[in-house]
């Protein structure tokens, strides 16, 4: 059974920044791509990033192109979320998604992603 346990969430200030983990094991990490989702209260789960398997290929949400960047250290089984000029409306909790099939292309629904960790809560005061 796959596990992915997220980590490095917190309460910051608009404009830091924060760097989201995600651990994932139970399979052959490399050959999966990995997303990340978020979502805030009263609001429905929404995208922010993938990445392909292999690491070079990418996707992000409008909202956070050119803040947030996605990156996976496939020897450590790990997706990172790096997240910079944080706003108050990023305030969610973040969610680590990998896809059931490998070497999928990616996207943006969760429908392409069929495990989940239990989120890491990111707090930015404006």
């Known amino acids: 059974q796959v596990q992915l346990v997220e980590s490095g969430g917190g309460l910051v200030q608009a404009g830091s920044s924060l760097r989201l983990s995600c651990a994932a094991s139970?399979?052959?990490?490399?050959?999966?791509?990995m997303g990340w989702f978020r979502q805030a209260p009263g609001k429905e789960r929404e995208f922010v990033s993938a990445?392909?398997?292999?690491?070079?290929?990418?996707v992000y949400a409008d909202s956070v192109k050119g803040r947030f960047t996605i990156s996976r250290d496939n020897a450590k089984s790990t997706v990172y979320l790096r997240m910079n000029s944080l706003k108050p409306e990023d305030t969610a909790v973040y969610y680590c998604a990998a896809s059931e099939n490998a070497f999928a292309r990616l996207g943006r629904g969760p429908e392409n992603f069929g495990f989940w960790g239990q989120g890491t809560q990111v707090t930015v005061s404006s």
């Open positions: 139970g399979r052959t990490f490399s050959n999966y791509p």
């Open positions: 990445i392909n398997w292999s690491g070079r290929s990418t």
